[in-house]
């Protein structure tokens, strides 16, 4: 049993060495679904930092943090990140989209165009992406310099989210949407209606920061010739703008 004991020692100091890394400092996720294309892609591996907004009840991977609301040694996200955040209707999910609005804003999509606080958000056509226009839209600063430029994709502008009422971000609450506006469940559709709605503070993980590994999981893994193909190198460690 001792020399059982002492085997089991180092295994259980790296996975609670491991358990700490990645309730303090980052956490893997995996991208699922194409909501932030062309920004993310299905298959990206990304890290997200948690000491970027401090902690809050969801910070530990495995649900050892206690119920609070609010966030400890919080820090204010800027608009345009790119947040890894719990579902509001289900907490055990994890979703990750653009941080649109901030507390007090008011979020309106008009004929496929955005709008903060009644002003249109610029953007300006730059290609093509998968037969979908691929715009550059420049979101308003949420303190000081320029705003945030980031890329998004849009079908056409009058899908079914893309003339919406006016949201007003409540306290301590946030806006999300996907840079793939037209296929995208977000902030846009009520939790209530199957959506995610507005995210409380205490919902946030961790700001995407870095992709780690991208791999298209259309290819098996028992393709093995295909490999070389499935594994996009060009994404490899790539910033999360």
């Known amino acids: 049993m001792k020399a059982w004991i002492r085997e089991l ?20 996720y995996r991208v699922p679904s194409p909501s932030m ?13 948690k000491f ?25 996200p800027e608009r345009g990140d790119v947040v890894v955040f719990r579902l509001p209707r289900d907490p055990a999910t994890t979703y990750v989209k653009r941080l649109i609005g901030l507390p007090g804003d008011r979020i309106q999509m008009r004929a496929g165009r955005l709008y903060i606080n009644d002003v249109i958000v610029p953007r300006r056509a ?38 919406t ?11 999300m949407m996907g840079d793939n506006r037209d296929n995208s469940l977000d902030s846009r559709i009520a939790a209530a209606d199957g959506g995610v709605g507005f995210v409380p503070e205490e919902n946030l993980v961790g700001r995407a ?20 193909r499935a594994l996009r190198l060009a994404r490899l460690f790539g910033r999360v703008n």
Not at 10 to 26: E, N
């Open 165 to 175: 009422p006016q949201y007003v971000v409540p306290s301590k609450h946030y806006f």
């Open 37 to 49: 294309v062309p920004t993310l892609l299905i298959g990206d591996e990304l890290i997200a930092s």
């Open 126 to 163: 730059v290609g093509t992406f998968d037969n979908a226009t691929l715009y550059l839209e420049t979101l308003p600063a949420s303190s000081g310099g320029g705003g945030r430029e980031h890329e998004l994709v849009e079908i056409s502008d009058s899908d079914r989210y893309d003339d």
């Open 9 to 28: 020692k180092p295994i259980l100091l790296a996975l609670g060495f491991v358990l700490i890394v990645r309730t303090v400092v980052a956490e893997p």
């Open 52 to 76: 970027a907004y401090g902690y809050g009840k969801y910070s530990s991977p495995i649900g050892l943090m206690p119920d609070f609301s609010g966030r400890l040694f919080g820090k204010t």
């Open 209 to 228: 920061d870095l992709v780690l590994l991208s791999r298209d999981p259309a290819v098996s893994w028992l393709d093995i010739a295909e490999w070389p």
